[in-house]
């Protein structure tokens, strides 16, 4: 790293043997601002190079056909059964990103863009399709290049081919268009996550014709801290150069200070201020960008700085969230035949909830509650495709507002798009479907050491997908749990001797179900040996406050569908929620019934934020008393709000809601309700409903409540995804996208007469039992 301290106005180098004092405060992100001076800079695309009809006619050579003006039209004429092409040679040089071609359409046929070096190597190739077109009309074309900039500048020869059938062109212009690189970056006053490969952080754009300024109080000992990355595409390709001065208030530059920003990496820089600057009282920092080597636009993504004090003991807080993990998954549970060593290390030392259930059997819904401590009937996020909304305040942003850093690692695509990393300066998420836990633990252990947060308080989530299917542990963890009994898992003999079992499509050859319950086992303890070693190199993670939560379990071959999280089940709500660290008391295992929407609350008050406003109950209020006798209802909204359950001591009922899905599955009657008691039947095999009919009424009465009483519809979002890439990537997790909710309460109609409302209907509170064990 270049780095260059100038002194400047006379001032001198104070002495500095020794260390600045810690200086305890709350750190805090300041807002960026255009320069005062600097004029507005459209962003309207700039036209590099047009050529109308003769232009075409001049610029362009025609392979086979010929060439001719008719009107003021390139008409191009191709014999029948003959392949053409035009090709262009003077291509303009700058930073051009789209290219339009003003045409007729052909009435059928391809047309091919192939952008070559000048050795006649393909850079990019992109096509267009014409099926029934009308040839009297004319239609603007354009080539959007935006994602191949950074090879353009090799581009030496552009080259449009037509399929066979074309036979006649008529183009009436070719315009080559640049999108300016401010544009390419957030606005300065609207900072927001900026991809860099897959490492996102908030950040707005600056560029060498528009430098950015923020104005703080300057005191010795004080970091002031900024990311820093150009993105890729740059026609000056050598790292652009970044200088920051720091003035006073008369407009004296006190310092500068000058760094090379890297392209498609972010780099974190921070600099002390010393006694001497400390002394001007109000500094503005100045943050500018040279223009390239050819005077071209330069633009980088700069995050909003952050004044800090230093701390030795910063405190730290994890939220490690498992995917896809168990309750009866962990070493220290009762039913486990499974090896997690670390988790129950953790759950010695702090507290393990034996009785966590989830509020959602998906991903982003459940993640949603544990960020924003609220339910999904209020948060309303029932998919993976629907983000929650910008009003809710988030656990980032409760713990950012406390001059937290906060960071998020995730190994999932979809929880990144989800909303949720609203509050969070630093994202990394996979850029295809999922990753191992053992990547997303390198990016993690890659920002710890850059240094930035040695002496800073300290919120990281962490995003573990081990245990989601596909289950695919590497050796030895492939064959650790394997049955020994000598079957082959293959055995076509064997199909039907577990029972009536679906495999998984990622083991359709398999006939034996315990061999993919093993390879399940298995990823569990690979991630908790990946965990482990975290937590071994970095002691800080685990120092104070650690917590390890499920967000949704997984069918195996006990409930259905197999190998499999779709559908709401003991098996897909039953979690793991274990807290840990200094800050927690040893209680060992606590058979409380707790939810994971109360996570945020706990970590909150933990880490000695108590006075922050954050909706949710402190898990650990009330475990040293004695239990009451009333029993706790807990409710949860399976995806796409197709079903809802209630679970209140032995009883787990499971209530059709007739969902909101796009596709027309198979669907049960309306409202259909299912009653089981797990005492007798923990795997729900029999639906006791009709022996109980009293229960089955009251905790029926209990879930609809919970259900009306929704706030949904003031958090409600229409901005679902429905691009293809997203919709790709979650039906390659086997996901289906939701469907748009309406405007009111979108989860029960209370004036519903179907034969299950007549028959079961909400009734009156006092209609309700006391107790029922
Ligand atoms: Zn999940
Ligand atoms: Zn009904």
Redesign the pocket.
């Given at each position: 790293m270049r780095l260059i301290v100038l002194i400047l106005a006379g001032l001198t180098l104070a002495a500095c043997a020794d260390p600045l004092p810690e200086l305890r405060m709350q750190g805090k992100q300041l807002t960026l601002q255009v320069c005062k001076g600097v004029d507005e800079i459209s962003t309207e695309p700039i036209v590099l190079r047009h050529w109308d009809s003769e232009g075409i006619l001049a610029s362009w050579k025609a392979h086979k056909g010929t060439g001719r003006i008719r009107s003021t039209r390139a008409v191009f004429t191709f014999e029948e059964e003959e392949q053409g092409s035009l090709e262009l040679r003077d291509i303009p040089q700058g930073a051009y990103d789209r290219i339009r071609l003003d045409m007729r359409p052909p009435r059928d046929g391809r047309l091919q863009l192939d952008l070559q070096d000048s050795e006649g190597k393909t850079l990019h190739r992109a096509s267009i399709y014409f099926g029934r077109s009308d040839p009297d009309q004319l239609k603007n074309l354009e080539f959007p290049l935006q994602k191949v900039r950074k090879s353009l500048g090799d581009v030496s020869r552009a080259i449009l081919h037509f399929s066979k059938d074309v036979g006649t062109l008529t183009i009436t212009g070719i315009t080559f268009l640049g999108t300016t690189p401010e544009s390419w970056l957030p606005d300065p006053e609207a900072p927001a996550m900026t991809a860099m490969g897959s490492d996102h952080r908030v950040a707005a754009g600056l560029s060498s014709r528009r430098p950015l300024e923020t104005k703080f109080e300057a005191q010795a000992g004080l970091n002031f801290s900024f990311n820093c990355a150009a993105p890729d595409g740059l026609r000056d390709n050598s790292d652009p150069d970044l200088t920051l001065e720091f003035i006073d208030d008369t407009g004296r530059t006190l310092a500068e200070h000058e760094f090379a920003v890297p392209v498609n990496s972010w780099r974190s820089e921070q600099v002390t201020i010393d006694a001497s600057l400390a002394q001007a009282g109000t500094l503005t920092a100045r943050l500018s960008l040279a223009p390239g080597r050819r005077g071209t636009i330069t633009a980088c993504a700069l995050t909003p700085p952050r004044v800090d004090g230093r701390q030795s003991d910063p405190r730290t807080v994890l939220l490690l969230t498992s995917?896809?993990h168990r309750a009866d998954y962990l070493g220290f549970m009762e039913r486990a035949e499974v090896d997690t060593p670390t988790l129950d290390r953790l759950a010695r030392a702090g507290v393990a909830f034996t009785d966590c259930w989830a509020a959602a059997n998906?991903?982003n819904p459940?993640h949603i509650s544990i960020m924003t401590g609220t339910g999904v009937q209020d948060h309303g996020v029932v998919s993976n495709d629907i983000p929650a909304s910008p009003k809710f305040l988030t656990l980032a942003e409760a713990f950012a507002e406390k001059g937290y850093r906060t960071f998020a690692a995730l190994s999932a695509a979809h929880l990144a798009w989800g909303g949720i990393e609203q509050g969070f300066e630093r994202m990394s998420s996979p850029d295809r479907a999922a990753r191992d836990s053992s990547e997303t633990i390198a990016i993690l252990e890659e920002w710890l050491q850059d240094g930035s947060t040695d002496d800073k308080p300290l919120f990281v989530w962490l995003h573990l997908f081990d245990a989601?299917g596909a289950y695919r542990p590497p050796p030895p963890y492939d064959t650790m749990y394997q049955p020994d009994d000598g079957e082959d898992p293959k055995d076509p003999a064997n199909a039907g001797r577990w029972g009536e079992v679906t495999m998984p499509s990622w083991c359709s050859q398999v006939t034996d179900p315990r061999y993919v319950e093993a390879l399940y086992r298995g990823e569990v303890t690979y991630q908790d040996n990946a965990l482990g070693e975290l937590l071994g190199r970095h002691p800080r993670l685990e120092r104070d406050l650690l917590v390890f939560v499920g967000?949704?379990g997984e069918n195996l071959y006990d409930q259905g569908p197999h190998f499999d999280?779709s559908g709401l089940t003991t098996v897909t709500q039953h979690i793991p929620l274990i807290l840990a660290g200094s800050r927690v008391p040893s209680m060992g295992l606590v058979q409380q019934p707790v939810t994971q929407v109360n996570v945020g609350r706990t970590l909150l008050d933990l880490a000695g934020l108590g006075g922050t406003e954050f909706p949710g109950t402190n898990l650990l209020l009330g475990l040293d008393a004695e239990p009451t006798g009333e029993p706790v209802t807990r409710f949860a909204l399976q995806a796409h709000a197709l079903k809802a359950s209630a679970k209140r001591g032995r009883w787990y009922l499971n209530h059709n809601l007739y969902g909101r899905q796009r596709s027309e599955g198979v669907r049960v009657p309306n409202h259909e309700i299912v009653l089981f008691d797990l005492d007798a039947d923990p795997d729900c095999k029999v639906n006791v409903l009709e022996d109980n009919r009293e229960i089955a009424l009251d905790l029926r009465a209990q879930l609809l409540r919970w259900l009306m009483d929704s706030r949904v519809a003031e958090y409600l979002t229409s901005d679902y995804r429905t691009d293809e890439a997203t919709l790709k990537a979650l039906a390659g997790l086997g996901y289906s996208p939701g469907s748009a909710l309406p405007d009111n309460n979108p989860w029960i109609d209370p004036e519903c007469a179907c034969e299950w409302c007549e028959a079961y209907p909400v009734g009156k509170r006092d209609g309700e039992l006391d107790s029922e064990d």
């Open positions: 995917d896809t998906v991903t459940a989601h967000d949704h999280h």
